[in-house]
T-cell receptor
């Protein structure tokens, strides 16, 4: 069964450093998303991406964040200058139309630790 | 932002019995409601969803009920199994390709 994959599974970085989190969505999906979950809190939406552009972003997704689909398979989230409060699990998701269930398929997540 | 609420942080159920997880929402624009299951250190896994034009959807042991007038939905798991022990998230969205708004989650423990 197709699945969303994410790398790395765990990223440790120093405050102020740039990180890039990588995702390979399900191949025929058209919509891509990033969410994050700070320990003990709910899963929060960051950004959605469709047709090579951002379709929606949350208040969390400020100028330090960017997304890119550099080729036909990868979808990346870049944090330019990490802060302590960026420590969280970051989940990539993808979806398509027509299933009638409106589900998004999530990857296993990348645990980002900012020291 | 409390558009989707799961007021029970945890639920403990005996194996073989029914588990009922509840969720309330405030935004009338939502047209799809979903339940996800999550194990520690894994991503959320889709379980079942319901469109706002329906009041019930069933898939095997899982049934979701939607009460639009009360802005309330519930997930029933019958019979509950120890492998069902996980965190269950209620989520809502409007239209395809739009964000999911998640509740805080309910930890389900099924005791054998």
């Amino acid at each position: 069964e197709p699945e969303v994959t994410q790398t790395p599974s765990h990223q440790v970085t120093q405050m102020g450093q740039e990180v890039i989190l990588r995702c390979v969505p399900i191949s025929n999906h058209l919509y891509f998303y990033w969410y994050r979950q700070i320990l003990g809190q709910k899963v929060e939406f960051l950004v959605s991406f469709y047709n090579n552009e951002i379709s929606e972003k949350s208040e969390i997704f400020d100028d330090q964040f960017s997304v890119e689909r550099p080729d036909g398979s990868n979808f990346t989230l870049k944090i330019r200058s990490t802060k302590l409060e960026d420590s969280a699990m970051y989940f990539c998701a993808s979806s398509d139309e027509g299933t009638g269930r409106n589900e998004q398929f999530f990857g296993p997540g990348t645990r980002l630790t900012v020291l | 932002d409390q558009q989707v609420k799961q007021n029970s942080p945890s639920l403990s159920v005996q194996e073989g019995r029914i588990s009922i997880l509840n969720c309330d929402y405030t935004n009338s624009m939502f047209d799809y409601f979903l339940w996800y299951k999550k194990y520690p250190a894994e991503g959320p896994t889709f379980l079942i969803s319901i469109s706002s034009i329906k009041d019930k959807n069933e898939d095997g042991r899982f049934t979701v009920f939607l009460n639009k007038s009360a802005k309330h939905l519930s997930l029933h798991i019958v019979p509950s199994q120890p492998g069902d022990s996980a965190v269950y998230f209620c989520a809502a969205s409007w239209g395809y390709g739009n964000k999911l708004v998640f509740g805080a989650g309910t930890i389900l423990r099924v005791k054998s």
